[in-house]
């Protein structure tokens, strides 16, 4: 089956803690996203990738940190800096990011808590 | 600053409605426009794309864009209790690569 995968789909954590997040995809897509929603928000930008050994900060990066080895993998670590880490994190992918009809799919998310 | 508004709901109809979702955006040159489904607990998952001024359909749901007005929308015909959960709306602002803004969601209560 085609898709993104993420795990775990839930996380606790001590406050001081860097907890890495799981994101991989076998759809072949270069462009890959991280997003976080909190309560009745929107989702916010965090980082994203378009291609292999490339990242961008997006709206909300302090706190996070990525990588992206390998074109399947886009790992996100929540370090302890982040002050407020409880939130819903959501992982996408897309073709390539920047054509006009390219469309971002989502993973199924983790749920982190600050114990 | 980019915004997207939508109005938090809920959005209540009865079962066989026509459910109206709506969204303004604030970016005159944004070019494509999605609307997405989440459940409860759940990631968001795509119902519809549109880029060119007026409708399209899909099944029960139409999309509906004014770029002139800056203006979105999403008409669910036939309106189920499986079609209760929060819509989200997507906007592609323009510039560089593809960076979507998202609306808060509105929630969708379709009622028996």
């Known amino acids: 089956d085609g898709g993104i995968t993420q795990s775990p789909k839930y996380l606790f954590r001590k406050e001081g803690q860097n907890v890495t997040l799981s994101c991989e995809q076998n759809?072949?897509?270069?462009?890959m996203y991280w997003y976080r929603q909190d309560p009745g928000q929107g989702l916010r930008l965090i980082y994203y990738?378009?291609?292999?050994?490339?990242?961008q900060k997006g709206d909300i990066a302090e706190g996070y940190s990525v990588s992206r080895e390998k074109k399947e993998s886009f790992p996100l670590t929540v370090t302890s800096a982040q002050k407020n880490p409880t939130a819903f994190y959501l992982c996408?992918?897309?073709?390539?990011?920047?054509?006009?009809?390219?469309?971002?799919?989502f993973g199924p998310g983790t749920r982190l808590t600050v114990l | 600053q980019k915004e997207v508004e939508q109005n938090s709901g809920p959005l209540s109809v009865p079962e066989g409605a026509i459910a109206s979702l709506n969204c303004t955006y604030s970016?005159?040159?944004?070019?494509?426009f999605f609307w997405y489904r989440q459940y409860s607990g759940k990631s968001p998952e795509l119902i519809m794309s549109?880029?060119?001024?007026g409708d399209k359909e899909d099944g029960r749901f139409t999309a509906q864009l004014n770029k002139a007005s800056q203006y979105v929308s999403l008409l669910i015909r036939d309106s189920q209790p499986s079609d209760s959960a929060t819509y989200l709306c997507?906007?592609?602002?323009?510039?560089?690569?593809?960076?979507?803004?998202f609306g808060a969601g509105t929630r969708l209560a379709v009622h028996p």
């Open positions: 996408a992918s897309s073709i390539e990011g920047h054509l006009l009809t390219d469309t971002q799919y």
């Open positions: 759809l072949n897509h270069d462009a």
């Open positions: 990738s378009q291609i292999v050994n490339d990242f």
């Open positions: 970016d005159r040159g944004s070019q494509s």
């Open positions: 549109i880029y060119s001024n």
């Open positions: 997507a906007v592609q602002f323009s510039g560089g690569y593809n960076k979507l803004i």
